[in-house]
């Protein structure tokens, strides 16, 4: 899929873009105690070619089983994923894992480096994958590397990596197939707060430039204020959003709205 350059990104407002991910009545079960248990209740929401939206919900709420499911790592229980229009239940895994890889990058808390591959043998990883010489996208991984900050660690091994440089490592590993859309599970969380904002402005730049919609899953009220929009979930379900997307919107009023909705 073609990405769109920021300038039409922003002439375009969000809701009139394309879908990227569409969640439709998404519920996933759980065995806890020998009884299922809904962890992920009735989740519907549209995500578009370009946006930036945070999942806020404090710990156990759900996101990271959400998340699993919206990125095609888990299945739903019931209901349907699309990711740009295709459902990812159909088909065997397979076929679902083409669909994630050309459609999405996903980035983890912990980072999951390969220890044994350079910076840029970590990066270009998912073109290997998909049978792809790296040096055909020469110029295209540098000007990753360049975006994400890690140009100059190109040749250096995780284990000579800080915290922060991990994170935008695997920031530019989930970007090298140019997928429309990226996922990540509290990218700050094992970070400082200097590290975790750093983090926060680059998926933020990797959406300016590169066009990228980005899912931010968090439970931090400034990481999900560099949002467009901000959906809330409780105990697994959805308790409302907030779109920030044309005023000051700060740390403040993502911690007002948590008030609001009792959460
Ligand atoms: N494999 C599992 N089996 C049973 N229950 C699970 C399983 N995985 C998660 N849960 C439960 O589902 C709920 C939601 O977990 P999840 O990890 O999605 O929350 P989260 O919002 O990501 O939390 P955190 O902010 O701590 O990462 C929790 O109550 C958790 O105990
Ligand atoms: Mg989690």
Do not use: C
Not at 78 to 83: N, P, Y
Not at 124 to 134: D, K, V, W
């Amino acid at each position: 899929m073609t990405q769109v350059p920021s300038t039409a990104a922003a002439a375009t407002p969000a809701a009139a873009r394309p879908v990227v991910l569409a969640a439709r009545s998404v519920f996933r079960f759980r065995a806890v105690d020998g009884q299922q248990v809904p962890i992920v209740r009735d989740v519907s929401f549209d995500l578009h070619q370009g946006e930036f939206a945070a999942i806020m919900g404090p710990s156990g709420s759900g996101k990271s089983t959400l998340l699993h499911v919206l990125a095609g790592l888990d299945r739903p229980s019931a209901g349907q994923v699309l990711l740009a229009g295709q459902d990812l239940a159909q088909g065997n895994e397979e076929h679902r894992a083409a669909i994630r890889r050309q459609h999405l990058g996903f980035v983890f808390q912990f980072f999951h480096l390969l220890p044994d591959l350079t910076v840029e043998e970590n990066v270009t990883l998912p073109l290997r994958i998909l049978g792809q010489s790296p040096r055909r996208h020469r110029a295209r991984v540098d000007s990753l590397l360049g975006l994400l900050g890690v140009a100059k660690l190109r040749d250096r091994l995780p284990s000579a990596l800080s915290g922060g440089e991990m994170q935008r490592v695997s920031i530019a590993r989930a970007l090298v197939t140019q997928p429309p859309l990226l996922l990540a599970d509290e990218p700050t969380g094992n970070l400082s707060s200097k590290a975790g904002e750093e983090v926060v402005a680059l998926l933020r730049s990797v959406r300016d430039q590169l066009g990228t919609a980005v899912l931010l899953v968090t439970h931090n009220p400034r990481d999900a204020a560099a949002g467009d929009r901000v959906l809330f979930l409780h105990d697994g379900a959805l308790r409302g959003s907030a779109e920030l997307t044309g005023g000051p919107f700060g740390v403040a009023d993502v911690f007002r709205r948590l008030q609001e909705l009792g959460i």
